[in-house]
């Protein structure tokens, strides 16, 4: 199907971790609500309408906060029962959705192309919206467009709790009067950048030659100046939960070293959540992989909230071993399995950390970046150093060691 005669929907649910607070406790109702870290050094992952008023944003020092709203009430969150709502909102868009994708715990796509001729797309939505809503209980909002950049922007311009179309052809229109910040892709420095350069709505981008984009911010510059002018090709890519990424190892010499077990099993956690963040997914389940010089092959998961951080994966890792080894024979193999993977960015752990936490991923990242994925390694998983370099997400894992699953 032709890319302008597509129809994309694009869910996402309003202040999603405040909502679910609100449904386990309605005396939040109405009030500035805050979830995050509850120390000073903590930051605010998400915030109700409420608290919005007073100027307070999501990523924000719990601390500043604090003082724009004393008043606000301060929950540190839950992402496991965060988690379970945003299941029960996937089992019901499962039922209407030829194709769906989830793009984070609280956003969805629909791929609705065709489907006028038979029900009409804005009324099949509205009515999986309405629900969502009568059955979790949720807010949630959704904008209707022929590709996924206009459907999110109209998103955020219906919330909250509401819903928006934009006809067929009219997408430049709409996005015109639309400060460049609206666009997805343009980060802060971007839009810092943008506004130094005189370019503050998406209108002035789209009368801009696309070669000065480029000229001024590379291949970031033609993708911004696509988005501008409602050109988005990408596709739907269907939720698949068996989706995982995995490594393992084997031993020259089997070794009885539980220690270095350990150590090595810890550096491969690592090097994994690293390549999550890197391809900016989630994992909901942890797998440690066994193998004894007999032959004999263990593995043990277990789930876990949605995250892609080394200080909640690593010790689970070293948990799953502690009760996977226990023939005190030599081990011949080991390996760490991620699975059921989502996309999403490091959010869901925001109230669990402290903003030293997260700047210290940021900085730890750029790092690997820049200088390879074992640029920088925990002391325990010094062991390791000889594991290759792998990215599941590109598709080149190191041979023999790394592999990848669909």
Known sequence: MKTDQRAIVHFDLDTFFVSCERILD???????VLIGGLSDRGVVASCSYEARKFGIRSAMPMRLARQLCPEAVIIRGNSGTYSKFSDSVIQIIKEYAPAYEKASIDEFYMDLSGMDQYFGCLKYASELRQRIIKETHLPISFGLSINKTVSKIATGIAKPNNQLKIDKGKERLFLSPLPVSKIPMVGEKTHQMLCHLGVKLIGTVQKMPIEMMESAFGKNGIAIWKKA????????????????????????????????????????????????????????????????????????????????ADHIIVPKVKELFKKLYNRRLLVRLVGVRFSNLVGGNY??????DSEEIISLYQAMDRIRERF????????????????????PFTGEPPPLLAHRHQ
Do not use: W
């Not at 959010?347 to 669990?352: A, D």
């Not at 390879?372 to 990215?391: F, H, K, L, S, Y």
């Open 26 to 32: 309605s005396r939040l109702n109405n009030r500035p």
């Open 229 to 308: 002018n409602g050109i988005d090709n990408s596709p739907i890519i269907p939720f698949n939960e068996r989706k995982s990424i995995s490594t393992e190892r084997t031993f020259d010499r089997d070794t009885i070293d539980v220690q270095k077990l350990k150590s090595i099993l810890t550096a491969m956690a690592e090097n994994l959540a690293f390549q999550l963040r890197r391809g900016q997914k989630l994992s909901g389940c942890i797998t440690v992989k066994l193998r004894y010089s007999d032959f004999q092959t263990h593995t043990l998961q277990c789930r876990v909230p949605y995250t892609s």
């Open 347 to 352: 959010q869901m752990n925001l109230f669990e």
């Open 372 to 391: 390879g994925d074992r640029a920088v390694i925990r002391a325990e998983g010094m062991e390791a150093r000889t594991i290759g370099r792998m990215n």
